[in-house]
């Protein structure tokens, strides 16, 4: 998205902790990656790492490159993980690290300093005596978390019930590559549009941003306000889909918000979208298990007035999928949560769609039965013959009830439905 296809080369992934080492042939690039990126802390030029803070010193002699350069001030910041540092500690780090090294370099303790040098000690679990990895690097820049405090969803004037926290906000942006001159859209905008989530972290990074919703009470600013002590107040006169927009400065990226059942588009057929971004009713409260006119292939259907019924999670993300097949450019990014039950998840059950290929699949756990997963689609072409989604039933089939049975019930289930299959299997195999 910035204009180049270099990408960065991940030499270690963190695993059991927090520290990613990657390969960039431009540190141009790693910059604007970082710009944007709510989940990186800090980017470091890699110097070394090792088992202890002399083992990382007596590394650094070897080359020259790996310290402060002459002329340069500098300061070294002590970060743990797992631990945390007394100031006593970090100081008696500080010594020793740099009477090995004997640098001589001015040392400026603020952040106007030449260099500054990162020393990380990571631990494991419950072992605090012995770091297990010391790592050493030259910091190059900051990640955008910053956002994360502004866009606190606690701070926001106007939030809902549902309003997307802002990390998870900046993520989804990320993953529909959210950016200026783009136009994202929120089918299923809920209380975000108005109050902050998705779209407003969409317009940070960017786009100009639309929403679409179907619940009136949100599109008229009717639904009860959530916030701490603020249940049986009504919502103030100004709190309105534009406020936050306005309170962030991105209001001139707010195309506004559209009244409407997802399943009857409001669109132009020919109008297209960058990206869609959006989180989809999951039917786990009574409450959000919104209905829709969606027209059914039943034969009491009547055309011209659909009977209003539940809309189903099977018929949501095919009307999904093949919503963002009319309305998405090529190459443009639909982005969407999808809940799963995590004892019957299959990948092989995520919706399809021919125009589209699967670019990434992050599962956030939400509690020991259930999950949702981040899903990031491409497309690739635009579509010939009317081709449709494929949404496997079973991925949804009976979603409700599983969320709210016990994990140790379905275990016998899947441990009775095997046992049936294996008997059966026996007995066929025994009557041939
Ligand atoms: C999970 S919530 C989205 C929450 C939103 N991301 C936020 O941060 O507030 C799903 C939203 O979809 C809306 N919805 C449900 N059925 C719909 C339909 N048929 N058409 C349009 N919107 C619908 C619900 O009213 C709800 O606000």
């Not at 030449?114 to 900051?142: A, H, M, N, T």
């Not at 990640?143 to 906000?169: E, Q, W």
Request: aromatic share 12%; charged share 25%.
């Amino acid at each position: 998205m910035f204009g180049f296809r270099e990408s960065m080369i991940i030499e270690r992934k963190p695993d059991q902790d927090p520290f990613l080492l990657c390969t960039f042939s431009n540190i141009d690039h790693l910059k604007l990656y970082s710009s944007r990126s709510v989940l990186l802390k800090s980017a470091y030029e890699y110097w070394t790492h090792g088992s202890s803070l002399i083992d990382v010193a007596d590394k650094l002699t070897i080359s020259s490159d790996w310290r402060p350069q002459l002329h340069e001030t500098w300061r070294i910041l002590v970060h743990g993980f797992r631990k945390q540092f007394t100031q006593p500690e970090k100081i008696q780090r500080i010594d020793a690290f740099s009477d090995r090294l004997k640098i001589k370099n001015k040392f400026c303790l603020n952040n106007k300093a030449d260099c500054s040098v990162g020393l990380f000690e990571s631990y494991e679990q419950g072992l605090i005596e012995q770091p297990k990895e010391v790592f050493v690097g030259r910091w190059i820049c900051d990640g955008a978390r910053h956002l994360i405090d502004k866009y606190d969803v606690r701070k926001r004037y106007f939030i809902g019930n549902t309003t997307m926290d802002a990390t998870l906000s900046f993520v989804m942006a990320n993953m529909g590559q959210c950016q200026p001159n783009h136009i994202t859209l929120d089918p299923f905008c809920g209380t975000d549009t108005r109050l902050g989530g998705i779209l407003l972290a969409c317009a940070e990074l960017g786009s100009n941003v639309v929403g679409s919703e179907f619940d009136w009470r949100v599109l008229t600013a009717k639904a009860k306000p959530t916030k701490a002590n603020t249940k049986n107040l009504s919502r103030n006169p100004d709190e309105m889909m534009h406020r936050n927009f306005s309170d962030y400065g991105t209001l001139n990226r707010f195309l506004g918000v559209v009244g409407a059942d997802f399943a009857y588009s409001p669109w132009r057929p020919t109008f297209q979208f960058d990206s869609i971004v959006t989180d989809p009713p999951y039917g786990i409260r009574e409450s959000s298990q919104h209905k829709s006119r969606r027209r059914t292939d039943k034969a009491d259907d009547d055309e011209e007035n659909p009977v209003a019924e539940k809309y189903d999670l099977t018929n949501i993300y095919g009307d999904l999928l093949n919503f963002a097949n009319v309305y998405l450019c090529v190459g443009g990014r639909l982005v969407f949560w999808m809940p799963t039950h995590i004892l019957t998840y299959d990948e092989s059950l995520l919706p399809t769609h021919p125009c589209f290929i699967l670019f990434s699949n992050d599962e956030q756990q939400l509690n020991r039965t259930v999950s949702r997963r981040l899903l990031t689609m491409i497309k690739i072409r635009e579509s010939n013959n009317n081709e449709k989604a494929q949404v496997n039933e079973k991925l949804f089939s009976n979603f409700r009830d599983l969320y709210f049975t016990p994990n140790t019930k379905i275990w016998e289930q899947l441990n009775s439905n095997n046992a049936d299959t294996d008997s059966s299997a026996v007995s066929k195999k025994e009557n041939s």
